[in-house]
């Protein structure tokens, strides 16, 4: 084996390719081949979009194992361990597993050359593979055409909220975004989109390809009441659910689109409403609107652009009524820094900037400028050379009811809930 610890096999991959990213297929799908040329013994469930991905992943999960079915589930970025991106029936994959997979994939590929992203997506895939699985889940990473992880086709395409993010590499307008995340479309196969203004290049794709677009809406639809929520899909027949335990009422869309995706897997996968039930009421996903337990107070997010950080804002607007309000903000260089800090103007009253320990971080004094032009003269920011820092300076100040969001990116918020609180 060419490393025994897993943290070695991760400083390997990420010095073996020229580029941190590299969209495109023909390298993985090679490496892939090689390794598996049977098609999946399981039905395939990929998760595309900008925001809302990951709680969608997390609630099919859920539902699926509280129903008994095996399930694999494949993730990113991580937020503590690298671990948290591969899991089967919801625990992670340990090291031992891991390292085995990469093993393997080193083996196959070659003079091939990956990145480190294709490495993690081809080593889910591997332990997928050896594993006896009902349904695996596969969260896209970037796009969706050229993300690893549409060298395998789908059952069903689930596409969440689409919104400006990574637009150096999928555009810069929702239209050409949407393009690219139609990728993960398959002719003949259901795609659901839980996005409530679909792009015009969705429907265009699924037109083209001849894909069954199902669409928030449309084609299923949901009203919220007061201590209830009611779905209703292609029948039209109203169903009641307890609210997801991850609040907002985007968390409703996201749930929405989950319910049709279901739905469409209702001959081969089928589930029961009790199930939707459990799942909803126990959904939990770390550093997405994250209240801690033990400090209530204290909110984590991993809002790291507008359509996410309007989110959050909506979250402090239900939560308004606390004396002070603290923000520690960090952000990396290549995000819309101004569009995800103008959402949550209203709700901050002390802004907290922290320099981010990453090549691609922006710079605390970076992110008050910004808040300043945003807010001439109304802005109380003050700029820290790292989370924790800004932490221990925060720990003296909070009273009983104050509150203090940690966001602005997985970088700021991973480093925060290590330190803990």
């Not at 081949?33 to 013994?41: E, V």
């Not at 922290?354 to 003269?377: E, M």
């Not at 920011?381 to 989370?387: G, K, L, N, P």
Request: proline share 4%; net charge negative.
């Amino acid at each position: 084996m060419r490393y025994q610890k897993l943290d070695e096999w991760l400083r390997w991959q990420e010095t073996l390719h020229p580029q941190l990213i590299e969209l495109g297929l023909d390298r993985v799908q090679q490496v892939f081949q090689r390794l598996h040329l049977k098609p999946p013994p399981f039905t395939v469930i990929t998760i595309g979009g900008t925001n809302g991905k990951g709680s969608s992943a997390a609630l099919l999960e859920s539902i699926f194992l509280f129903a008994g079915y095996r399930v694999g589930t494949y993730t990113s970025p991580h937020l503590l361990r690298y671990n948290e991106r591969i899991r089967i029936n919801s625990q992670e994959a340990d090291d031992e597993e891991i390292c085995a997979a990469f093993q393997r994939i080193d083996e196959a590929r070659g003079d091939i050359s990956l990145t480190y992203f294709e490495f993690a997506t081809l080593a889910a895939l591997d332990l997928f593979y050896h594993m006896p699985l009902d349904v695996v889940l596969l969260e896209v990473g970037l796009g969706g055409r050229l993300d690893a992880v549409n060298i395998i086709d789908s059952d069903v395409a689930l596409i969440t909220s689409i919104g400006l993010d990574h637009t150096d590499w999928l555009g810069d307008d929702r239209e050409s975004i949407a393009r690219e995340k139609a990728g993960i479309m398959r002719a003949d196969r259901p795609v659901v989109c839980s996005d409530r203004d679909i792009p015009q290049a969705l429907y265009d794709e699924a037109n083209h390809i001849g894909s069954d677009l199902y669409c928030l809406g449309r084609d299923f639809k949901y009203i919220q009441n007061d201590d209830h929520w009611l779905w209703s899909g292609k029948n039209e027949e109203q169903h009641a659910f307890p609210f997801p335990a991850l609040v907002g009422e985007h968390q409703l869309r996201n749930a929405a689109g989950v319910m049709m995706v279901l739905e469409c897997l209702a001959e081969s996968l089928p589930v029961c409403y009790e199930n939707m039930h459990q799942a909803l009421q126990n959904l939990h996903v770390t550093g997405r609107q994250q209240i801690m337990v033990n400090k209530p107070g204290w909110v984590f997010d991993v809002a790291h652009n507008a359509q996410s950080a309007e989110a959050l804002a909506d979250l402090l607007r239900v939560r308004k009524g606390q004396p002070r309000t603290y923000a520690i903000i960090g952000i990396l260089n290549d995000k819309d820094i101004a569009a995800i800090l103008r959402p949550m103007l209203p709700y901050v009253s002390d802004w907290y900037c922290v320099d981010l320990a990453v090549p691609r971080g922006a710079r605390a004094s970076q992110l008050q400028k910004v808040l300043q032009n945003l807010s001439p003269g109304e802005v109380n920011a003050t700029a820290f050379d790292s989370v924790i820092e800004a932490m221990v300076q925060l720990e003296r100040l909070v009273i009983e009811d104050d509150q203090v969001v940690v966001f602005g990116s997985f970088y700021t918020v991973a480093e925060a809930l290590q330190r803990g609180v």
